[in-house]
């Protein structure tokens, strides 16, 4: 029972850091922006969301509504202090964190910690209290599912797809008549709003804030990215990246739980957190050493032994077949969309759109996984698909 309980518990804490940990996607990732205002964000979402239902009576869900507000409104500054002052990105988020220092003791009207009484952001759940885990856990995948549904449908928009073409090459954004500035400070203001969420929740779970809760949170957010790139490789799915940064910050604290439920003093708790994070930073070259050996292992044993090379050579074809397979249904899906649209008298304008997003996505994941050369046969489904509109015209008006 304690074994389930400290699962849970650190399930839970790593589903509401989670929202923090998309949050820092989103600047670390997609922008490229080395944002430090994460830690004072975090902090103000809790003082602010504490305060709000200790001091105002205001109901868990509402306050914690508010504090995406005051996150955003702290992106703004950073990303003003960056684009129109020409601050470097780290100096402006250290800027702008020396200031949410103050304003967070200002909005805990002097006081360095507020308690948060009259339930958490769970309570709509009905759980009895010594059931309160549960219900946090429900809520934290709700909130969790909801946020990858509107970041992934966020960033398939234009505007999306204008902030993570800024991030990729802010000089060839700009040269495609991108607005790079107002692209940074919009994506600056929705991973402060998600940080500040994160710690109004996170504050509501525990039962108390203080003005240094978000000391060291920016850490375990990059720990938390780190941790679900390398064990849930994502390049080819947005969806599949998101997700994959909330698993990594539920590992994480799954860990962290079971180092705490271990016994260790907590003097070491500090050492042990940077452990993790160190390890999750050296994933990637760990998981690179053990597939270069993997390698080295497969050609030893193809030398080696004829039985095993038999084995392969009829596994590298099996995987050759299923490749080629992937990539002839792709084909066949592109072809069916551009024919769908090169007949789409009957579609309405918002399934048109829908459409040739679908189709602009599953284009580009064609071309990542096979790369700029297999554009061209994107060509011929082009003719192919006009002539075959032009068939299905031809014989409607004969008929």
């Known amino acids: ?18 929202v923090l940990a998309l949050g820092v996607y989103i600047t670390y990732r997609l922008l490229d922006f080395a944002d430090l205002t994460c830690e004072g964000s975090f902090s103000m979402g809790a003082m602010l969301s504490a305060v709000l239902i200790a001091d105002n009576g205001a109901h868990p869900i509402l306050a914690a509504f508010v504090t995406i507000f005051a996150g955003a409104a702290a ?9 129109k002052f020409k601050i470097p990105p780290i100096l402006a988020g250290i800027l702008t964190l020396t200031m949410l220092t103050t304003i967070n003791i200002l909005v805990g009207t002097g006081r360095a910690s507020v308690s948060v009484v009259g339930g958490n952001f769970a309570s709509w759940l009905g759980f009895e209290r010594e059931q309160t885990m549960f219900g946090v856990l429900i809520s934290g995948l709700m909130i969790s599912a909801i946020l990858i549904g509107v970041l992934y449908w966020f960033f398939g928009t234009e505007m999306g797809a204008s902030i993570r073409a800024t991030g990729a090459n802010e000089k060839m954004a700009r040269a495609q008549g991108i607005n790079t500035s ?9 991973s402060n709003a998600l940080i500040a969420l994160s710690g109004a929740l996170y504050s509501q779970y525990m039962g108390t804030a203080t003005v240094t809760l978000g000391t060291g949170a920016i850490v375990i957010g990059l720990a938390a990215v780190i941790i679900g790139e390398t064990l849930i490789p994502s390049k080819r799915s947005f969806a599949v990246s998101l997700l994959s940064v909330i698993i990594g910050s539920v590992i994480y604290f799954i860990i962290y739980q079971f180092v705490i439920l271990a016994g260790l003093p907590s003097d070491y708790i500090k050492l042990i957190t940077a452990i993790i994070i160190v390890l999750a930073l050296c994933l990637p070259m760990i998981k690179t050493f053990f597939i270069k050996i993997g390698k080295k292992a497969d050609t030893y044993l193809r030398g080696k032994y004829a039985g095993y090379n038999a084995y392969a050579m009829r596994r590298d074809e099996k995987a050759a077949a299923r490749k080629e397979e992937k990539k002839q249904k792709a084909i066949a899906e592109i072809k069916a969309l551009q024919l769908m649209l090169h007949e789409g008298a009957a579609l309405t304008p918002f399934k048109r759109a829908l459409t040739e997003r679908r189709l602009a996505r599953k284009k580009e994941k064609f071309e990542m996984k096979e790369g700029v050369k297999a554009l061209a046969v994107f060509d011929v489904i082009d003719k192919e698909t006009e002539e075959a509109a032009e068939g299905v015209e031809g014989g409607q008006d004969n008929a």
């Open 75 to 83: 992106g703004l500054v950073t990303g003003i202090l960056n684009t």
């Open 182 to 190: 107002a692209k940074k400070i919009i994506a600056l203001m929705i």
């Open 1 to 18: 029972m304690v074994l389930l309980n400290t699962f849970i518990s650190g399930v839970d804490q790593g589903l509401l850091y989670a």
